[in-house]
């Protein structure tokens, strides 16, 4: 984004929505998690319900996690990226390269969570955070990392609750200009603070060239419909397009963080008949419902062309098991 953008898009958003890197987090599959190796608990205690799944490591597994963090095969930084680690947000490696003792008080620390099974402190904790109502997917709290997808993986498996763990997403930080769209966007895509504006695209927080595409196509649909005086329906959030715009205007502020798509924007309470399935099961439920409420949505659209009118997808019967996972 060229610097006379950024700062027309910081005057109107205001500076503190608009964000200049991605400090972003792994997110993991809840199904793969080890729950005989983690505990729910507050640090503390506090708060009346759970929020976090604990993963506690002994002295032993925690200096065998850094000692091979260490090693770890990193991404080297571009130049314009140099200025990331003096803004706050130092990724796990870094943070360990000032002292073996150093995430034990940063992003590992145990105080004030007591593991029930043994009823001590553990020597270290990795906390996950919900990242949905449905507690199918958690990030990985304050684990913003440089490591290449595969060490991240490799490394995070000496994490007991995390041997065999699956990822919606992958720890990363990269330059990267965005906004707090949840905070800024109205359902629209337009500025809450400038209507006569729209957003779209990777500066609204989607990930990835195929997401961002998507989002560019929405905010035209969107455009249009303000253009022959419409109200603006986007389609429903049980379709990967909708669930990306319903992330974009409707997650929570405080944790807002690009994502690309993927099954940990869907909310199981969304969909019908699933609470009693499988993971693969599921997944096909799910896809079987956004294929039928896509096609809903797109017969409510204006018709604009041949093009617009033939389908845009393949049926579900033509996609592979992999494909469906």
Same mark, same amino acid.
């Given at each position: 984004? &060229?610097? $006379?953008?950024?700062?027309?898009?910081?005057?109107?958003?205001?500076? =503190?929505?608009?964000?200049?890197?991605?400090?972003?987090?792994?997110?993991?599959?809840? %199904?793969?998690?080890?729950?005989?190796?983690?505990?729910?608990?507050?640090?503390?205690?506090?708060?009346?319900?759970?929020?976090? !799944?604990?993963?506690?490591?002994?002295?032993?597994? +925690?200096? &065998?996690?850094?000692?091979?963090?260490?090693?770890? %095969?990193?991404?080297?930084?571009?130049?314009?990226?140099?200025?990331?680690?003096?803004?706050?947000?130092?990724?796990?490696? &870094?943070?360990? &390269?000032?002292?073996?003792?150093?995430?034990?008080?940063?992003?590992? =620390?145990?105080?004030?969570?007591?593991?029930? =099974?043994?009823?001590?402190?553990?020597?270290?904790?990795?906390?996950?955070?919900?990242?949905?109502?449905?507690?199918?997917?958690?990030?990985?709290?304050?684990?913003?990392?440089?490591? =290449?997808?595969?060490?991240?993986?490799?490394?995070?498996?000496?994490?007991?609750?995390?041997?065999?763990?699956?990822? /919606?997403?992958?720890?990363?930080?990269?330059?990267?200009?965005?906004?707090?769209?949840?905070?800024?966007?109205?359902?629209?895509?337009?500025?809450?603070?400038?209507?006569?504006?729209?957003?779209?695209?990777?500066?609204?927080?989607?990930?990835? +060239?195929?997401?961002?595409? @998507?989002?560019?196509?929405?905010? @035209?649909?969107?455009?249009?419909?303000?253009?022959?005086?419409?109200?603006?329906?986007?389609?429903?959030?049980?379709? !990967?397009?909708?669930?990306?715009?319903?992330?974009?205007?409707?997650?929570?502020?405080?944790? /807002?963080?690009?994502?690309?798509?993927?099954?940990?924007?869907?909310?199981?309470?969304?969909?019908?008949?699933?609470?009693?399935?499988?993971? %693969? $099961?599921?997944?096909?439920?799910?896809?079987?419902?956004?294929?039928? %409420?896509?096609?809903?949505?797109?017969?409510?659209?204006?018709?604009?062309?041949?093009?617009?009118?033939?389908? @845009?997808? $393949?049926?579900?019967?033509?996609?592979?098991?992999?494909?469906?996972?």
């Amino acid at each position: 984004t &060229a610097f $006379q953008m950024e700062e027309f898009l910081a005057s109107i958003t205001g500076e =503190k929505d608009l964000y200049f890197y991605d400090a972003i987090a792994p997110i993991v599959d809840a %199904d793969s998690i080890d729950r005989e190796s983690a505990f729910l608990g507050n640090r503390y205690g506090k708060g009346e319900e759970a929020a976090y !799944l604990n993963c506690p490591m002994t002295r032993e597994e +925690y200096y &065998a996690f850094v000692d091979e963090l260490l090693k770890g %095969d990193t991404v080297p930084p571009q130049n314009f990226e140099k200025e990331i680690f003096f803004q706050g947000c130092q990724p796990i490696e &870094a943070i360990a &390269a000032t002292g073996r003792e150093t995430l034990r008080f940063g992003p590992l =620390k145990p105080v004030g969570l007591d593991d029930p =099974k043994t009823g001590r402190r553990p020597y270290a904790v990795l906390q996950l955070r919900p990242e949905n109502k449905s507690l199918t997917a958690y990030n990985l709290v304050g684990f913003q990392t440089k490591l =290449k997808w595969g060490e991240q993986s490799r490394l995070f498996k000496m994490i007991p609750a995390l041997r065999n763990a699956e990822y /919606f997403r992958m720890g990363s930080i990269h330059r990267n200009t965005y906004a707090n769209s949840p905070r800024v966007l109205a359902s629209d895509l337009s500025l809450k603070s400038r209507p006569d504006v729209f957003l779209s695209g990777q500066v609204t927080g989607v990930e990835g +060239y195929l997401e961002s595409s @998507a989002c560019g196509i929405l905010a @035209a649909l969107s455009i249009l419909s303000r253009m022959e005086k419409r109200e603006f329906v986007p389609p429903p959030k049980t379709t !990967l397009l909708g669930s990306l715009h319903h992330f974009l205007t409707e997650s929570d502020p405080k944790h /807002f963080s690009p994502m690309n798509a993927c099954f940990a924007l869907f909310e199981r309470t969304w969909f019908d008949g699933v609470s009693t399935l499988k993971k %693969d $099961q599921v997944r096909t439920k799910m896809l079987e419902q956004s294929l039928r %409420d896509f096609a809903g949505w797109r017969e409510t659209q204006p018709a604009r062309s041949q093009a617009m009118s033939e389908p @845009a997808f $393949q049926p579900l019967t033509e996609l592979s098991p992999a494909e469906v996972q």
